[in-house]
């Protein structure tokens, strides 16, 4: 113990001068954490703007449940655009139409073919045949584009225009 005593009496100059460094680190060090702090409670106070905890956790409970409430309503609407799009697929989505004269010697371009597709190029064919005697109508069904009664040049034309061909 005496020999402890004689070092610090011998050396307590620097032994001080380490100690009081090491305060003055130390006063510096709790010096920027109290900025650190106050800078924390200054956007703490932004953040919070008046509201306690209590309140910040409902808002977040708030928003999560309004966050669910928007999932489910973009799968109510992804379910119900996917029934639009098939109820239109199945409207009629393609038209073609030839005017012809069947008779080059009578009128102008008076009979005519209509083709109505839908989306699957089903539908049918309405063709008039328009003659001295009179006009007559005829309808034919179309299926994948083609049809199981025989159809003329111009039926066949306007069944072609509507699939874009």
């Given at each position: 113990m005496e020999q402890i005593i004689n070092f610090i009496q011998q050396n307590y100059q620097p032994i001080i001068l380490g100690l009081s460094a090491i305060v003055l680190i130390l006063i510096f060090g709790f010096a920027y954490l109290f900025l650190q702090i106050k800078n924390i409670k200054n956007k703490q106070k932004v953040l919070f703007q008046g509201k306690e905890a209590k309140d910040l956790e409902k808002i977040i409970e708030d928003q999560h449940k309004e966050i669910k409430r928007n999932r489910d309503d973009a799968e109510d609407l992804l379910k119900l655009s996917e029934k639009i799009h098939q109820i239109a697929s199945r409207g009629i989505q393609k038209i073609g139409l030839v005017r012809y004269?069947?008779?080059?010697?009578?009128?102008?371009?008076?009979?005519?073919?209509?083709?109505?597709?839908?989306?699957?190029?089903?539908?049918?064919?309405?063709?008039?045949?328009?003659?001295?005697?009179?006009?007559?109508?005829?309808?034919?069904?179309?299926?994948?584009?083609?049809?199981?009664?025989?159809?003329?040049?111009?039926?066949k034309k306007a069944v072609e225009e509507a699939m874009g061909k």
């Open positions: 004269n069947p008779f080059g010697d009578i009128g102008g371009d008076q009979s005519f073919a209509i083709t109505f597709l839908d989306a699957y190029d089903n539908g049918l064919i309405i063709s008039s045949l328009h003659s001295k005697e009179g006009t007559r109508v005829y309808a034919k069904p179309i299926e994948k584009g083609k049809s199981s009664y025989q159809l003329s040049d111009e039926e």
